[in-house]
């Protein structure tokens, strides 16, 4: 592991040295243009002469080359193709965490409920017909009545209270299976996204090398917008990732408290449906 480490430092070394080296380059021969003696007043005045309308010319050409549009535009397939993973996952790390978000309230909202109605029913039955149709309380109510209910057909001689005690804990790992259905995506998004900025940006670097190799010259122009290219694929990157692992800690832990509210639901009910059934019996 180590040596995988001193390889991607090595080459991030050298190709950011490359990347200075050619920038220390463009100072150079600016500065050694700069400090060349002028040739006389006639070269020095038309210099002058050529250098006032590009000046007054800059205001005119104000679109920046170097924003998001000029990204987008000038980068090639492979890095609109990182931009638009990118952008699916951001996409898809927001849907997932406002539907989670809607998903747990509307279950503490139905475990409210289940407190209110159910057990002030006159009978196990009408307290789950009280419930919300398809609501995990009512799932998991129905359930423990129809366990009840299929325990005197058995052929071997299981315990009521262990028969009950299996379909009930079925049918709540199987609404912790649905409450966390979708962290999933958030888990990977938060851990493979900045790996795929990543991708971008070495991308990009090569990117500007190869510019430069083929240009000849170590001009700023050719540097310049790969190399913003690469950084903001990074940014990107980053951006996409924090929310994503921000949003996963916090629905596990909000599912956390959901799922505490569900299982002693499901053990007073699974307590009620033993004492009910031994009486009887």
């Not at 070394?13 to 500065?31: K, P, Q, Y």
């Not at 070269?43 to 800059?58: D, N, R």
């Not at 002030?120 to 799932?139: I, K, R, V, W």
């Not at 170590?218 to 929310?243: H, N, R």
């Amino acid at each position: 592991m180590e040596t995988k480490i001193n390889v991607w430092i090595r080459t991030w070394a050298l190709a950011l040295g490359l990347v200075f080296a050619s920038m220390v380059g463009i100072s150079t021969n600016a500065l050694a243009q700069s400090a060349a003696p002028a040739a006389g007043p006639a070269t020095a005045v038309s210099q002058t002469a050529q250098v006032t309308p590009q000046k007054a010319e800059t205001p005119a050409a104000a679109d920046n080359p170097y924003g998001m549009a000029a990204v987008w535009t000038t980068s090639d397939s492979v890095a609109k193709g990182v931009l638009l993973i990118l952008v699916i996952m951001s996409m898809g790390s927001w849907y997932i965490l406002a539907v989670k978000v809607l998903e747990q309230r509307k279950v503490a909202r139905l475990g409210r409920e289940a407190v209110e109605k159910f057990w002030s029913a006159s009978s196990l039955a009408q307290g789950a017909s009280a419930l919300t149709q398809d609501s995990p309380y009512q799932f998991i109510a129905a359930s423990g009545l129809e366990a009840s209910k299929k325990h005197g057909g058995l052929m071997s001689p299981i315990p009521m209270a262990d028969w009950i005690s299996m379909s009930m804990q079925r049918a709540v790992d199987r609404v912790n299976r649905e409450m966390q259905s979708g962290l999933s995506f958030l888990a990977t998004v938060g851990s493979v996204s900045p790996f795929v900025g990543l991708f971008g940006t070495v991308w990009g670097i090569y990117h500007a090398l190869s510019a430069i190799g083929i240009s000849g010259q170590a001009s700023i122009d050719k540097v310049a917008g790969p190399v913003g290219e690469a950084l903001i694929m990074t940014a990107i990157g980053l951006a996409v990732a924090v929310p994503a692992v921000l949003g996963y800690n916090w629905l596990v832990n909000r599912n956390k408290d959901v799922m505490d509210d569900v299982r002693s639901f499901g053990h007073d009910l699974n307590a009620v449906l033993v004492a009910s059934t031994s009486a009887k019996n």
